[in-house]
């Protein structure tokens, strides 16, 4: 039976527009059906309320509204998000007031015993007399290494550096010869003398 037959209209074209329409608005019913079960189960953590929010949303487009505006106003994970920030901050908040490991009082980070206990809390340095973390390997106020604690090790030099300190080490096969020292020249004699000598050597018939 075509749906506006009720009211006396036998129009083909007309009945099949109408069908069309209801159709549509049947798909839109069950897709908000959907969404409200969806959307509920990312928004409450309590199964039952998650059902009559489904069930709400049965009545076609008015418990979808309903809903709407009676739903939390935040997801589950946004809310657990938002609680682990809150337990980040408290706990930063807590280092920052940090209070005696033995009886819990209050107590500041320069603090060399608990006010309360009367308990050693840190190290002071012998040079400065600071406080010192147990951490610590050396005063970071005056450079000073902390009595006890083990210094790093210096790296091994590695292959490549102990290769090239030798081949520096040990002259190649090119390298200069030393320079030799040459001898002072003597200096030539002196005129007088010379001819005097060669005058002496000549024979008397020359």
Same mark, same amino acid.
């Given at each position: 039976?075509?749906?506006?037959? #009720?009211?006396?209209?036998?129009?083909?074209? @007309?009945?099949?527009?109408?069908? =069309?329409? &209801? =159709?549509? @608005?049947?798909? #839109?019913?069950l897709a908000l059906v959907y969404w409200t079960y969806a959307d509920a189960r990312r928004r409450i953590a309590d199964p039952m309320l998650v059902g009559c929010a489904t069930a709400a949303s049965l009545f076609p487009f008015l418990g979808t509204i309903i809903y709407m505006i009676v739903r939390p106003p935040e997801y589950l994970e946004d809310? !657990?998000?938002?609680? =682990?920030? #809150? $337990? $980040?901050?408290?706990a930063r908040l $807590?280092? @920052?007031?940090?209070g005696c490991p033995y009886c819990g009082f209050k107590v500041e980070k320069t603090f060399l015993r +608990?006010?309360? +206990? &009367?308990? !050693? &809390?840190?190290?002071?340095?012998?040079?400065?007399?600071?406080? =010192?973390?147990? &951490?610590?390997? #050396?005063?970071?106020? +005056?450079?000073a290494e902390v009595p006890g604690a083990e210094m790093p090790a210096e790296p091994a030099p590695t292959r490549r550096r102990a290769r090239r300190a030798a081949a520096a080490a040990t002259p190649g096969p090119?390298?200069?010869?030393?320079?030799?020292?040459?001898?002072? $020249?003597q200096p030539p004699p002196p005129r007088g003398e010379g001819g005097s000598e060669r005058a002496r050597q000549r024979p008397p018939g020359a």
């Open positions: 039976m075509d749906p506006i037959a #009720i009211f006396g209209i036998h129009n083909d074209a @007309l009945n099949r527009v109408v069908s =069309l329409v &209801l =159709l549509f @608005l049947v798909v #839109i019913w809310a !657990r998000e938002r609680e =682990l920030e #809150i $337990a $980040a901050a408290e $807590a280092q @920052l007031e940090q +608990c006010p309360s +206990c &009367l308990r !050693r &809390l840190k190290e002071p340095c012998q040079t400065c007399g600071k406080p =010192l973390d147990p &951490l610590w390997k #050396i005063c970071p106020y +005056c450079e090119y390298a200069a010869d030393p320079p030799t020292r040459s001898r002072p $020249a």
